[in-house]
């Protein structure tokens, strides 16, 4: 009776589910319920979690709840401690929710939503999630190893090699475009700038509380944290309406690539416990407060997407970003549906803190499906927008014009009608100076944001309280990865600089901190200052190198996953990463091709660069944008050679394997049996 009951409401799950992928896919004419869009994620994540994630973990992992996992047997108290299972969901979502589940869909919604929504939920299902599990259970079965780690021991010491290469470099670039976004979201916006200063010394507060004030007392720090940041967004309100305080928070790009890189630089060598971690929790119940908001508000609303399915520039002719739906919109959005980056956490921090096998699946599989809902929110959240208002906010200045009128008659004869003083009202009514040319996609999804916020909770008067709110909802997520990723890539090169010199490996000897710091801000840095001088906004290349080099690294991290299934003896259950890792690389070798070799000047770097150079008056600002554009090609084609030599040393091996020329074994920690089963049955 009970399975029976059991297999209704699955069959029931999966009618509702077709049902809602149906409408996505096939209406046309008529705007639907954004509902539908929740339905179907609820639907395909719910199905996912339960029957595919349950034969990955069965068949080809073959979870063993008897075996002792690193956290037990290296428990040190610091790096490698027990945790329980919700708390390492916590951290590792904290972890891998940066700007792309947030900023990725936004962009990609100059296709339409149905391209992006699509990819979302089958690339998540399929891709993303599969990659986190498998990656972070072979690291917790490995003794916490890092993804290069295992790259070598797996694949081979050129596999280790290179995989050391790439990752550094796709940690610089993602960083790069990361910071980018803020900049954007940020400049001219005195408001948004106080507030998201004042959470600086707000997190300092709290590490300083927490170590020395009231050890230990997290809810009183936690209240006092969410008291001082909502103090912050109302403070900004009043500086933003103060003229004679007013200019000194408001800040041009490049100014605001310049304090950010400062910043940057002090998170990355001031003591993890004094601004790194009280940040890092800060911004952890911001982001799943909000998310949670953000739900409710979209349940209560119901709103509509008047965004249509597919848009005019499925051909290729986007303001946004050049290119076409393949394979461009598939590197615009890698977090949410599957991202390299999440490989590195998968193989960091969360293998020493997993408490049971059988709990990578729930914190492996199940993170990244709570990510890929926050994608599917952003698409809704942009697609309520009218079309003219969201490709007024998204599209540069070097395409639709300066001037607020040029840049309203530009979007209207693309047939999305948009007036300069329509625009002009609502950046009053967000406490804006202006929303044209806002590139990046954050104030497109603060905007869409604010909506549905204020429609269903306060009304219209409080939208600009919203829209602030949101902004530093989405500084947050950034900063987070930010402050994490510049400190992970020191700690990498202080690893590659010890094998010179010794000391400059010691990550306590503070002149190596500051040097190695130096080293990776400076390099992440670079990247920024090419967004921010770049005429079409930055997005419009970054953005897409960010893409490519994410989803390489997901081929790098698929690559050791297939290689270990190989060697496990299960080449038949291969196709569960096989799969994901073919469609990545005809991704992203493809998207690689276009950007570097690509004819028109709006997607090919070096046809940009062709096409500067051939002005007839050129100045130095045009020398260097031509130098970014050839760099740009250059680190685009470097990693996609990397990454080529990384697939062909793995086919090797799985060719060898195969054929029985090379013995099917995996350097796995040997087996212990674990205590906490005992003490459970006790």
Known sequence: MKKSISILVWLGVSILGALALGTIALHRGEEINAMWLVVAAFCAYALGYRFYSKFVSAKVLALDAQRATPAERLDDGRDFVPTNKWVVFGHHFAAIAGPGPLVGPVLAAQFGYLPG???????????????????????????????????????GVVGGFVAYAAVISIIVILLGAGALIVVNALKSSPWGVFTIAMTIPIALLMGFYLRHLRPGKVLEVSFLGFVLVMLAIWGGQWVSQTPTVAPWFTLTAPALAIVIIIYGFAASALPVWLLLAPRDYLSTFVKLGTIGLLAL?????RPTLHMPPLTRFVDGSGPIFAGKIFPFAFITIACGAISGFHSLISSGTTPK??????????????????????????TIACCVLQPGIYFAINSPAGVVGQVPESAAATISSWGFPVTAAGMHALAQAVGEQTLFNRTGGAPAFAVGMAHIF????????????????????EAL?????????????????????GHIWKPLGRTSWYPSILATSALIVAAWGSFLWQGVKDPLGGINSLWPLFGICNQLLATVALCVATTIIVKMGKVRYSPVTLVPLIWLVAVTFTASWHKIFDPSPRIG?????????????????????????RLDAAVAGVLVCMVALILLESISVWVSVASGRMQARVREAPFVLTRFAAEEQG
């Open 117 to 155: 929504t699509l990819w979302i939920l089958a690339g998540a299902v399929f891709g993303g999630c599969v990659q986190d599990f498998v990656i972070l259970l072979f690291s917790v079965r490995r003794d916490g190893r890092s993804l290069t780690e295992m790259a070598r021991e797996e694949i």
């Open 297 to 301: 508000g979209i349940i209560v609303l």
């Open 353 to 378: 803190l997993i408490r049971r096998e059988p709990e990578t699946r729930m914190v492996g599989y199940g993170a990244m499906m709570a990510e890929s809902m926050v994608a599917i929110m952003a």
């Open 454 to 473: 204020s429609s269903s909770l306060g009304g219209q008067a409080v939208m600009a309280i919203w829209y602030h709110f949101a902004i530093m909802f």
């Open 477 to 497: 997520f950034i900063l987070t990865v930010l402050d994490a990723g510049t400190r992970v890539g020191r700690f990498m090169v202080q690893d590659a600089l």
């Open 605 to 629: 770097f070096l046809a940009h660069a062709r096409q500067l150079a051939s002005s007839r008056t050129p100045t130095h600002e045009m020398s260097r944008w031509i130098f970014n554009d």
